[in-house]
């Protein structure tokens, strides 16, 4: 007997605990599938939401456990600082890398259940910035499944969608009030057969876990490009696929295009600060080696202090107008 379209996954960022919320109410009793929600978290953080998701809808939800058994009718939930993923009839936790800069992150478990799983997953991306949920939506395609999409009008932050828009031909794109009786539909439907799970996804996977991860595995994978993993120092390849440009280095470390940039950025920041900071500290020093020259007659000495005190503020104001623009 062919399996129906039983393993949905959904991912959500900014504003998802209020998108997962309302859709939880959606969803029927008996649900005849197994849904396995991620939502950005920070790592030291209390996830509350299987309690919320518990008395939003009729699905019973849970933090979920490595190694337990996947059951229709049920939510799980990735806790906080460890990703979520579907293998063959169980669910695995993992403390593996970072991607696109978190853990959870939502595209190692879309790519894991269109591993798994193939035509019979429903890949859904909620509200959230950047695009993370874009590259699994993209394995999940490949694999036989479906994209499913909330509409960037709808949502509270439209980064996610609309990026997943641009780059995967997503089966359906709606408001988040139509999301629940899409999703109760498909669970209906037959998945039909799945095709071959394309080679690169499988290896990328092995690296991914470390489990396979050689200098040969990442250039079968893709290009070695000029560019350093922000996270450990390590060189980054560009990954071979037909979406967004996306990364990764030898450790296992992630990035689209657009998380990197973003995580350069933060690194960037803090090197000003930390430049800043730095010079402000060599301005005090100038100006009391300044002081001392000054007391002890030695105007000469006085006034080469001086100039470099002079120069070292004015670096100070060209940092301090790059972090606070508006002061």
């Known amino acids: 007997m062919m399996a129906n379209r039983d393993i949905i996954v959904i991912g959500a960022s900014m504003g998802g605990v209020e998108a997962l919320t309302k859709l939880a109410k959606q969803l029927p009793a008996g649900l005849p599938a197994a849904l396995f929600i991620v939502q950005h978290i920070s790592p030291d953080a209390t996830s509350m939401l299987p309690d919320i998701l518990n008395r939003a809808g009729p699905l019973p939800a849970k933090a979920a456990e490595d190694g337990e058994t996947i059951r229709h009718g049920r939510i799980y939930v990735a806790p906080p600082n460890r990703h979520l993923l579907v293998k063959h009839d169980h669910v695995r936790l993992s403390s593996g890398p970072h991607e696109n800069r978190t853990r959870p992150a939502i595209d190692p478990l879309f790519r894991s259940a269109a591993i798994a799983y193939g035509a019979r997953v429903v890949?859904?991306?909620?509200?959230?910035?950047?695009?993370?949920?874009?590259?699994?939506?993209?394995a999940i395609k490949r694999c036989g499944g479906l994209a499913v999409v909330q509409s960037p009008e709808d949502a509270l932050y439209p980064d996610m969608p609309q990026n997943a828009l641009d780059s995967v031909a997503v089966d359906n794109c709606l408001a988040l009030a139509d999301v629940g009786a899409?999703?109760?539909?498909?669970?209906?439907?037959p998945a039909g057969e799945s095709p071959p799970v394309p080679a690169d996804l499988l290896l990328e996977l092995k690296v991914l876990q470390n489990i396979r991860s050689d200098v040969k595995s990442e250039e079968r994978l893709g290009d070695r490009s000029p560019l350093t993993c922000p996270q450990c120092g390590g060189t980054l390849w560009q990954l071979y696929d037909n979406g967004p440009p996306r990364y990764l280095c030898h450790?296992?470390?992630?990035?689209?295009?657009r998380a990197l940039l973003a995580e350069q950025d933060e690194n960037l920041e803090q090197a000003f600060w930390a430049a800043m900071r730095a010079l402000e500290e060599r301005a005090r020093l100038l100006a009391s080696l300044v002081s001392a020259e000054r007391a002890a007659g030695r105007q000469r000495s006085a006034e080469i202090y001086e100039k470099r005190l002079a120069e070292t503020r004015g670096h100070v104001e060209q940092i301090r107008a790059l972090l606070l623009p508006e002061s």
């Not at 890949?123 to 993209?138: E, F, H, I, M, S």
């Not at 899409?182 to 439907?189: E, G, I, P, S, T």
């Not at 450790?251 to 295009?257: E, K, L, N, P, Q």
């Open 251 to 257: 450790v296992g470390h992630a990035f689209t295009g």
């Open 123 to 138: 890949g859904v991306v909620l509200t959230g910035l950047l695009d993370d949920g874009t590259a699994g939506l993209l």
């Open 182 to 189: 899409l999703l109760a539909r498909l669970a209906q439907q």
